[in-house]
């Protein structure tokens, strides 16, 4: 979700062991996202012992990108879909979009989810972002791998925002995603931060509108490297907090870092305890 340049979808198919994710940060090629919010996972499950390709998507926001385009939707910043084969397109892809487990707002109140991308969505996303496919780069199997690892981390990240907002869970019992954001180079206070103490930077980075029952809350997300693709198709490692732009989640913010700090030293001094040898034991 945002302007950004995505990275090559270099993903071989004959290698069952994910790829460096760092070697496809240098690369010059960009898998721009073509996701109306992420959903749950599209196709058939990994064959038994069968690791998913690492994706090399480094740079490579994987949202929807922003469009100055009249005809981008502004909920999630993205044109209107495409379905149609692109010229000189190698191979066939499928066009079924899978539904996530995401709830989005709607007028009427209804319940919906939000939908991801088709891998033929996808394709085309790329070539619109001036990726052009050679021999090498994609094959058939591997864009299915790619849709499946890019819906697995938007549902990831799902999951964190609703542990934040458990927080509300009073409040509001069915908080649901408004909108979203790419901003892969736009990195966050935080994210720079951390690079000044040595840690690398996030590869991409969301910004979620969470609909908190009428009350719009911002969460920022980071998507850092983790090695290798599990048998869910995750790999990323994920910072997902509100943003600091009001004090209701400043507030969030110094609770859960007190509960966090009251739970490591409770671990501390309780383990110790459970070790300690008392006199007369044998």
């Known amino acids: 979700m945002g302007n950004v ?13 994910p790829l460096d994710h760092a070697k496809y940060r240098n690369s ?18 990994a064959m038994a012992g069968e690791k998913p390709p690492h994706p090399k998507m480094q740079a490579a926001s994987e949202c929807p990108v922003q469009h ?37 707002v709607t007028e009427d109140g209804t319940v919906q989810f939000w939908q991801y991308p088709s891998q033929q969505m996808f394709w085309n996303a790329m070539l ?43 409040e509001c019992g069915n908080p649901r995603l408004k909108s979203f954001g790419g901003k892969a180079k736009d990195f966050s206070p935080r994210a720079r931060f951390r690079s000044w103490l040595g840690y690398e930077l996030p ?6 509108i969470v609909d908190r029952c009428g009350k719009d809350v911002r969460y920022v997300i980071d998507y850092y490297d983790g090695g290798l693709v599990d048998k869910d198709y995750r790999f990323a490692l994920l910072d997902v ?15 859960v870092a ?17 070790g300690r040898v008392t006199a007369g034991s044998d």
Not at 5 to 12: F, G, K, S, V
Not at 82 to 104: C, E, G, M
Not at 259 to 274: I, P, V
């Open 5 to 17: 340049a995505l990275a090559r979808a270099q993903m071989e198919a004959a290698k069952s062991m």
């Open 28 to 45: 010059a090629g960009s898998p721009p996202p073509e996701c109306p919010m992420h959903q749950k996972g599209g196709g058939e499950p």
């Open 68 to 104: 100055d385009n009249s005809d981008v939707n502004p909920l999630n910043m993205m044109p209107p879909a495409n379905q149609q084969p692109a010229k000189d397109q190698p191979f066939a892809l499928p066009t079924d979009r899978q539904t996530s487990t995401i709830p989005k």
């Open 128 to 170: 619109r972002k001036g990726w052009r496919w050679k021999t090498e780069d994609v094959s058939q199997k591997d864009m299915g791998d790619i849709i499946r690892i890019h819906n697995a981390n938007n549902e990831q990240a799902w999951q964190e925002v609703l542990k934040w907002e458990a927080l509300h869970a009073k």
């Open 203 to 208: 590869f991409d980075r969301h910004d979620w």
């Open 241 to 255: 907090r509100p943003a600091m732009d009001s004090p209701g989640n400043m507030w969030d913010r110094m609770r």
């Open 258 to 274: 007190y509960m966090r700090w009251k739970y490591e030293l409770s671990e501390k001094f309780g383990s110790q305890d459970n």
